[in-house]
Antibody
Framework: EVQLVESGGGLVKPGGSLRLSCAASGFTFSSYSMNWVRQAPGKGLEWVSS????????YYADSVKGRFTISRDNAKNSLYLQMNSLRAEDTAVYYC?????????????WGQGTLVTVSS | DIQMTQSPSAMSASVGDRVTITCRASQGISNYLAWFQQKPGKVPKRLIYAASSLQSGVPSRFSGSGSGTEFTLTISSLQPEDFATYYCLQHSTYPHSFGQGTKLEIK
């Protein structure tokens, strides 16, 4: 069974940092790209970042470029999102979602999400 | 960047109704489009992938169509459990982008 479990969310002050983790199981993690998606309270879904299976290709939304860093550790079956210079508008539930491998389509599995609150 | 314009943003319908939600891409995305259902406090659930393929386990009353820039999600006969918010997502190019959502409410 595919499982994605996020952790690391919490309350942080504006300008602060937080590192989110996503532990994957039930599939060959190293074969898939991975994604982060967020949802601000009462708002829609926003794609945040993607990373290819070998970390060779990385993409960010303009809203987080230069502040957030996506990474992965295939030996640990884990995905990360380092968030720096956090702003109030980064307050959201952050989801990790499985990406693609050859012949498959992305966003078929999602974690339960972790809440990040940026407030003084 | 590709913009996804979803319509309507909200609608009310009755059990048994046929409902159609539309997503329009600002440029062609072939069939790199998925539809998701999200209920309050829950994780988004993929309903449709590759524009028209039904996700395993999803009832056949859900269907998707379209290619290029125009896409539709149709629910053939609304059931009580279908009242939720629906999102389209293009994953043709980066940055990926979601539609703004359609909140489907009970009439």
């Amino acid at each position: 069974e595919v499982q994605l479990v996020e952790s690391g969310g919490g309350l942080v002050k504006p300008g602060g940092s937080l590192r989110l983790s996503c532990a994957a199981s039930g599939f060959t993690f190293s074969s898939y790209s991975m994604n982060w998606v967020r949802q601000a309270p009462g708002k829609g879904l926003e794609w945040v970042s993607s990373i290819s299976s070998s970390s060779s290709y990385i993409y960010y939304a303009d809203s987080v470029k230069g502040r957030f860093t996506i990474s992965r550790d295939n030996a640990k079956n884990s995905l990360y999102l380092q968030m720096n210079s956090l702003r109030a508008e980064d307050t959201a539930v952050y989801y990790c979602a499985r990406g693609t491998r050859v012949g498959e389509t992305p966003f078929d599995y999602w974690g339960q999400g972790t809440l990040v609150t940026v407030s003084s | 960047d590709i913009q996804m314009t979803q319509s309507p943003s909200a609608m009310s319908a009755s059990v048994g109704d046929r409902v159609t939600i539309t997503c329009r891409a600002s440029q062609g995305i072939s069939n790199y489009l998925a539809w998701f259902q999200q209920k309050p406090g829950k994780v988004p659930k993929r309903l449709i992938y590759a524009a028209s393929s039904l996700q395993s386990g999803v009832p056949s009353r859900f269907s998707g169509s379209g290619s290029g820039t125009e896409f539709t999600l149709t629910i053939s006969s609304l059931q009580p459990e279908d009242f939720a918010t629906y999102y389209c997502l293009q994953h043709s190019t980066y940055p990926h982008s979601f539609g703004q959502g359609t909140k489907l409410e009970i009439k």
